[in-house]
């Protein structure tokens, strides 16, 4: 019990120390329209989506967000209660990173030899500290959905039906956090029904009572039912994106992700090149990917913002061949012993089947297949729902691999550890640099354009956005050419800006460029680096090492009225 406490002790207090030096972070990104919705809360707490919402190419009602408003309904109760400054917030939604902490460390416990260091190792990857340095749902998502599963875990091995009453309801939670967390249920049915207790598949009844709750909510209040719309809005948005290319491209993008954004990139091939089979597959996989980097470099001259380098090729090839030998190492590990546990679990019948392993690699495939084409994906914050089941198998097989070779584990783990500790906090310093952009434009700059007798308009969302109509800027809306002669619009290259119509831009001219440098050569989202940390759009590696400007603010005049 001691080496319990001490573990929540030194899990909360990494917490806190990874979380303070950002805490005045600018609102980023998607921060924006959940920031949208707790505001319309604090009016109306009852229709969180009752108010119209831009946002990029999107208008009208603010259900188009399609996310669930949990997140939002805690800060809008921190809004009430402290106010709606950027620590005020940070500082509120420490709580999710301890939680999912903690939670993540119970889980280890039950699944691997050491739970400790794993979970410092969850808590310090690039995907989680940048995510968690913003109030998008992600984390908070993910902590519900820990929470959910440990505590349905212990119930279930326990046959503790308290606690599974409240892993169920957590899992609710999860959905009402973020929608893919809905993955959460056919889980913890499988986790049952692998322990031979298929009647404790019963408490998943408690989430899907609690999304038909609140899909009743949004039909009688809202006019919509967000989950009837989700997954059809998803599906079209791939369609719309280019059909089966945009798979390939989560796909591609996904692995690149997961190399470069997880654990620190040289640990997915060491300790497992000890086996010499595995050479066989590294070959492999670099040499597929060393022909995609050759494709990409070509066909990328194409490309909006420009032709890769051959240093950003080097490190997608380095993140996609890595990440890829390791899924393939546990395909190639595990193999063997996935067609028992099949034929256990169809038959309910006890076999040599290690029903722990098998409850983690159907997460790990499951969670990875969902997001590199089902529904998710396309994004490094879509990661963080990989993370656990990552983590989990990485450490397994990882641990096999220690006792196999005589290796010793605690050294490793602890470099481990340090090395992706180091990467997330340069990354996270990076895409803190770049949030600041939008902030200090909107405080700073924009107003030198502004006077008396005009209007300041302005093409862009992401925290841009947020900051431009807290300053009272008024976004241009789509398809419209109301601006006057004598008025200004600022146009953010990044943020998937709107374009301005062909009336209107026949009406306009270019005044300047205002551009931001960054003081760490490390670009998070950037097409001109090719980093691509929130959506692949951007490019196909999580992020890029480049001193391209970290933002362009093209500035326009008009000069003619209609």
């Known amino acids: 019990m001691a080496s319990e406490k001490s573990a929540i002790l030194i899990i909360t207090l990494l917490s806190i120390i990874l979380s303070l030096p950002f805490i005045s972070k600018p609102y980023h990104v998607d921060d924006t329209p959940f920031m949208y919705v707790a505001e319309q809360i604090t009016k109306d707490p009852l229709r969180p989506y009752s108010f119209n919402f831009e946002w990029s190419s999107q208008s009208g009602q603010a259900s188009h967000i399609d996310d669930t408003p949990l997140v939002s309904y805690y800060a809008a109760l921190i809004f009430v209660l402290f106010g709606k400054s950027e620590i005020t ?18 889980l280890a416990k039950k699944f691997l030899i050491n739970a400790l260091i794993p979970t410092l190792i969850m808590v310090s990857t690039p995907t989680y500290l940048v995510m968690s340095h913003n109030i998008m749902p992600d984390v908070p998502m993910i902590s519900m959905f ?14 503790n039906h308290k606690l599974m009453f409240l892993g169920g309801f957590a899992a609710g939670l999860a959905y009402l956090t973020k929608p893919n967390a809905i993955v959460i249920i056919p889980l913890l049915a499988l986790y049952a029904i692998l322990k031979k207790k298929p009647r404790y598949t019963a408490y998943t009844l408690v989430p899907i009572a609690m999304i038909t709750l609140f899909s009743i ?31 390939v491209a989560y796909f591609i993008a996904n692995l690149s992700y997961i190399g470069g954004a997880t654990i620190f990139t040289f ?45 950003q090729l080097m490190m997608f090839t380095v993140f996609v061949a890595s990440s890829a030998f390791f899924i393939l190492a546990v395909i190639a590990e595990y193999c063997n012993k996935i067609t028992p546990c099949i034929k256990s679990t169809l038959s309910f019948r006890n076999s040599r089947c290690d029903s722990n392993t098998f409850f983690l690699l159907i997460w790990f495939f499951g969670v990875y297949i969902f997001n590199s084409g089902f529904i998710s994906g396309g994004s490094v914050k879509y990661n963080t729902l990989f993370l656990p089941p990552l983590v989990l ?22 470099i481990m550890l340090f090395a992706t500790m180091a990467t997330g906090i340069v990354v996270a310093l990076a895409d803190f640099n770049f949030a600041t952009v939008y902030k200090d434009f909107a405080y700073n700059v924009a107003d ?16 841009f956005q947020y900051y431009m109509e807290n300053k009272n800027y008024k976004v241009l809306l789509i398809g419209s050419n109301e601006p006057k002669k004598g008025d200004i619009i600022a146009k953010a290259r990044i943020p998937s800006p709107r374009k301005m119509i062909s009336e209107l831009k026949k009406r306009t001219v270019l005044l300047e460029t205002v551009s931001y440098d960054g003081s760490l050569p490390i670009r998070t989202q950037n097409g001109r680096a090719h980093a691509g940390f929130y959506t692949y759009g951007g490019g196909f590696l999580p992020y890029s090492i480049s001193d391209a400007k970290l933002e362009n603010f093209d500035i326009y005049l008009v000069v003619t009225d209609h």
């Open 448 to 463: 030198k354009y502004k006077s008396s007798n005009n209007t300041v308009w302005f093409l862009g969302h992401y925290g």
């Open 217 to 247: 909510h949004n039909y009688f209040f809202q006019n919509d039912v967000l989950i009837l719309g989700y997954i059809p809005f998803l599906f079209q948005l791939k369609q719309s994106a280019g059909g089966m290319e945009i798979y």
């Open 146 to 159: 820990l929470l959910a599963t440990a505590l349905f875990i212990y119930g279930t091995d326990k046959s």
């Open 89 to 106: 917030v940070h500082l509120s939604f420490i709580i999710f990173k301890i939680l999912a902490g903690i939670s993540f460390y119970f």
């Open 267 to 311: 640990f997915f091939l060491y300790p497992f090149l000890y086996k010499k089979r595995n050479w066989m597959l590294l070959a492999a996989c670099v040499s597929i990917t060393v022909v995609m980097a050759f494709l990409l470099y070509q066909v990328s001259e194409n490309f909006i913002s420009g032709q890769y380098t051959i240093p």
């Open 393 to 414: 198998v990485y450490m397994k097989l990882f641990d096999k691999y220690a006792e196999r070779y005589k290796l010793k584990k605690i050294p490793i783990l602890l």
